[in-house]
């Protein structure tokens, strides 16, 4: 991209304001709640839960054959209260 050519610039704004608004989170109560999973609301909070889903290893790889990925914070009581999904960069379209 040529210097001095802003037009470039303010396209990549756009697109990266219209991916951000493609990002949902959820509070893990929500995702209990809907998931109607038997994993209790306290597993859920734990971070480890979500570094495995996050990974995607074996058997924790459903969001990414979905093709998304998912983020979130350890508070400061060392639980995850809310977790953000997105959609993967190198998802492959159906």
């Known amino acids: 991209m040529p210097k001095g050519d802003n037009c470039w610039g303010e396209l990549y704004r756009e697109l990266r304001e219209q991916i951000e608004a493609r990002r949902f989170t959820l509070s893990v109560e929500e995702i209990h709640r809907r998931t109607g999973t038997t994993v209790s609301l306290n597993e859920l909070r734990k971070p480890g839960y979500w570094n495995a889903c996050r990974d995607g290893g074996p058997s924790w790889d459903t969001a990414q054959k979905n093709g998304l ?19 993967a960069i190198n998802a492959n379209s159906a």
């Open 69 to 87: 990925e998912l983020d979130f914070n350890v508070e400061d009581d060392g639980n995850v209260h809310f977790v953000t999904f997105f959609p």
